[in-house]
């Protein structure tokens, strides 16, 4: 399993941002994917994640503002980031967690997102 995360970058408070994320070695329809993010001195904490089935959940400070999406046919999952806030500064991290291979956390490389103000 490998993915590969892409799309970070520095943007302005309100602005926005395209996470991309691609899986290989994978069934990639039947997983869940997951975005998380780690800011300086913090914990890492889920952002957004979907299911294979499409069910969605996100944490509470980026409801209304951040979409998860994924397309199967290109192995690919996505987070679109909107009005972002200098607080959205962090590491993002994409993610899958599945029975289908061992139950273990397997995690990108990570892509720096920067919100000045």
């Known amino acids: 399993v490998q993915l590969q995360a892409s799309g970070g970058g520095l943007v302005q408070a309100g602005g926005s941002l395209r996470l991309s994320c691609v899986a290989s070695?994978?069934?990639?329809?039947?997983?869940?994917m997951a975005w998380y993010r780690q800011a300086p001195g913090k914990q890492r904490e889920l952002v957004a994640a979907?299911?294979?089935?499409?069910?969605?959940n996100y944490v509470d400070s980026v409801k209304g503002r951040f979409t998860i999406s994924r397309d199967n046919a290109k192995n690919t999952v996505y987070l679109q980031m909107d009005s972002l806030k200098p607080e959205d500064t962090a590491v993002y991290y994409c993610?899958?967690?599945?029975?289908?291979?061992?139950?273990?956390?397997?995690w990108g490389q990570g892509t720096q997102v920067t919100v000045s103000s």
């Open positions: 979907i299911t294979g089935g499409g069910s969605i």
């Open positions: 993610n899958t967690r599945s029975r289908l291979y061992a139950g273990v956390d397997y």
């Open positions: 070695g994978v069934i990639f329809k039947l997983i869940p």
